[in-house]
């Protein structure tokens, strides 16, 4: 497809288990980037790829999330150990050049988790 | 450290009248400002940009947002408002002095347009 594709779109899973959450952003985009978006709020970053290295890690919350690109292309949010505060809409974003390139962010739908 | 503030969570206008989103910001030296627009279960969307040059500019489906230095403001405008621009509006600053490529964004407004 053209846009960023994120998967699952839905993900309900219990506390303590770990969950994966994949995005494939458009192709030929270096820029990989995840944030996240609770009820009420705008988007808060997570961590931002350029090609296979997290280049700014500095978003995500704790040891539990982890984040990896190793083709420089699919990236998936690991979440280790979950908990209820971790539900929230994870958002995929993509660019050709990062913000640092002044190139706006193209995002997925997001995927939806609901800890239990 | 950067921000950004949206103090207003809804805004409704009637159609066909114009309308201002706003959105403040706070950086240490020159922002670059983005207006992004998310509709129903679909994802955000890049509305306009702010880099540098010309403080006023315009973006996608009549948009335009006016870059005021000293007031440190970034507002959305339009002249005539239609029922589809109905939707929840996000303002996005990110300071490239810092050296990171991150946005912050604010917390959304949420845009009804009246019949």
């Known amino acids: 497809g053209a846009g960023v594709s994120q998967t699952p779109s839905n993900k309900v899973t219990e506390k303590g288990k770990y969950v994966e959450l994949r995005c494939d952003p458009i192709?030929?985009?270096?820029?990989l980037y995840w944030y996240r978006q609770s009820l009420g709020q705008g988007p808060e970053f997570l961590i931002y790829?350029?090609?296979?290295?997290?280049?700014?890690d500095s978003g995500l919350p704790n040891d539990r999330f982890f984040a990896v690109r190793p083709e420089g292309s699919v990236s998936t949010l690991k979440i280790q150990r979950t908990e209820r505060g971790d539900s929230a809409v994870y958002l995929c974003?993509?660019?050709?050049?990062?913000?640092?390139?002044?190139?706006?962010?193209?995002f997925g739908e997001g995927s939806r988790l609901t800890v239990l | 450290a950067q921000s950004v503030a949206q103090p207003e969570d809804q805004v409704n206008v009637a159609e066909g009248n114009p309308l201002t989103v706003k959105c403040t910001y706070s950086?240490?030296?020159?922002?670059?400002l983005f207006w992004y627009v998310q509709y129903p279960n679909r994802g955000l969307q890049f509305l306009l940009k702010?880099?540098?040059?010309?403080?006023l500019v315009k973006g996608s489906y009549g948009f335009e947002a006016e870059f005021n230095k000293s007031q440190t403001s970034f507002h959305l405008k339009k002249p005539s408002a239609l029922v589809s621009d109905s939707a929840l509006y996000f303002c996005?600053?990110?300071?490239?002095?810092?050296?990171?490529?991150?946005?912050?964004f604010g917390t959304g407004t949420r845009l009804t347009i009246i019949p």
């Open positions: 974003a993509s660019s050709s050049s990062g913000t640092g390139g002044t190139g706006e962010l193209f």
């Open positions: 192709s030929g985009h270096t820029a």
């Open positions: 790829f350029q090609g296979t290295g997290a280049a700014d």
């Open positions: 950086v240490s030296g020159n922002p670059y």
């Open positions: 702010y880099i540098t040059g010309d403080n």
């Open positions: 996005a600053v990110r300071d490239p002095n810092i050296g990171n490529e991150k946005l912050t």
